[in-house]
């Protein structure tokens, strides 16, 4: 279950925004985008988060995933497909292999949002 660590190297990078910040704000939500193509379990991130960050700065915040779907290009097509993960890679329409991936590898902090009393920068 690598989603275990990536909410430690996540929860480091969060540490590391919420001790430069001057007033410590409260943190309710932090959103993610999550690629379909790094295959992370949403569920399991999830889970993973709410374990992790008890009793810590981001007890009680949320974590909202927003998954992205895989997306390559084909270069003798000249078009953009969707890929079936685990079963077909290749061009729909010419059979060439995946080449070119244009979405579905992301796994980045979207942005970080606060309690009404506290600011967020």
């Given at each position: 279950?690598?989603?275990?660590?990536?909410?430690?190297?996540?929860?480091?990078?969060?540490?590391?925004?919420?001790?430069?910040?001057?007033?410590?704000?409260?943190?309710?939500?932090?959103?993610?985008?999550?690629?379909?193509?790094?295959?992370?379990?949403?569920?399991?991130?999830q889970?993973?988060?709410?374990?992790?960050?008890?009793?810590?700065?981001?007890a009680g915040?949320?974590?909202?995933?927003?998954?992205?779907?895989?997306?390559?290009f084909?270069?003798p097509?000249?078009?953009?497909?969707?890929?079936?993960?685990?079963?077909?890679?290749?061009?729909?329409?010419?059979?060439?292999?995946?080449?070119?991936?244009?979405?579905g590898r992301?796994?980045?902090?979207d942005?970080?949002?606060?309690?009404?009393?506290?600011?967020?920068?």
């Amino acid at each position: 279950m690598h989603e275990t660590d990536m909410t430690k190297a996540l929860l480091m990078t969060l540490q590391d925004w919420w001790d430069a910040q001057p007033d410590r704000p409260t943190v309710a939500k932090v959103h993610l985008i999550v690629g379909q193509f790094t295959c992370v379990e949403p569920v399991s991130l999830q889970f993973a988060f709410e374990a992790q960050t008890r009793n810590t700065f981001l007890a009680g915040a949320r974590l909202e995933i927003q998954e992205t779907p895989l997306i390559a290009f084909c270069h003798p097509c000249q078009q953009e497909y969707r890929p079936e993960i685990g079963i077909q890679y290749a061009c729909p329409t010419c059979r060439s292999p995946m080449e070119e991936i244009r979405s579905g590898r992301e796994l980045k902090i979207d942005r970080i949002e606060c309690e009404e009393s506290s600011v967020c920068t």
